[in-house]
């Protein structure tokens, strides 16, 4: 049976549990395909159930045909032929703007968009924010709040994250969003995501994921080091919020972290690892960084190796 890769922070990877999922397949008419916005557990449902469905998620593996691994932002590839869509952005204010804006654009006007959002009190500033995205919407669409309310599962990286915590405010996520309900009446402008984009490779061992921050013109030698005011290798957060989370060059899906150096370097070490045969030959190849083999990356043999990346 083939299994998903493990939920990463970096890609704010809260999964929808199956009542959620269903609840979502009963609201689209049985007759009717679905734009599926980084909705990919959403996705995989409605192609079990043979319905038509096209999926827009940057994470290669999902098991769902009719898949575009986009990266949502202005110049993102519009998908047409679809009116209805189901987004779940990262629940920032930015993200929401440039996602719900690019769907609205892929369904047109009078098309439908189920969006979910932050619920109140995910972060100080979270109501203020919430307010002026929904005074947006009502510019260019008809909108209103869903009686339902969409669950999340618990992901790994914020279990591992909750049990080495000091700081549980910043540890946790609601896990219960808040569904926009959006009939599209103009089109609107969709903004840039603002920022300089990272570049981030990323490594799957069997379901296990480790990302690494590319420093361009990085050529010293190979080091990580835990991030400054964490004694372990385990990040007790999940928030944007958290303090350091910006010095972060790797990351892995049980929330490990590190600050690194050489980062090219790190990231041959870890294709020569992931084309190990044996414990051995592992352990050799992550010989020039062996803190990392402290982490809970899988041993050969693998039943699964691939590389990716993506600008963040």
Known sequence: MNSLPEPHPLDFDWRFTPHTI???VEMVDKEEGILAVGTPSVARRFHQLGRDVALVDRQPIHFVDNHSQIQI???APRISGYKTAIVDPPWYP???LTWM???ANCVGLNGLIFASVWPPDTRPTGEREFANIFEWLESWSTVSIANFKPRYELPLF???AY???FEQG????PRLGRLLKIRVRFLPEVPPLNGKKKKWLRFVFNDYQLALRVRPNDFSDPMIKPVSGIESWQWPYVSRRAPGRDSIDVWSSRNE???AGGTKSIAEALRQAALAKDHNTFEAALSAVPAIAEWKIPRPPFRRVFEWEHRQ
């Open 257 to 259: 972290v590190a600050v």
């Open 158 to 160: 914020e279990a591992e």
């Open 73 to 75: 932002d202005s110049d």
């Open 94 to 96: 930015e993200h929401a």
């Open 170 to 173: 910043l540890s946790t996520s």
């Open 22 to 24: 269903e609840k979502f």
């Open 163 to 165: 049990n080495s915590s």
């Open 101 to 103: 804006s690019w769907a």
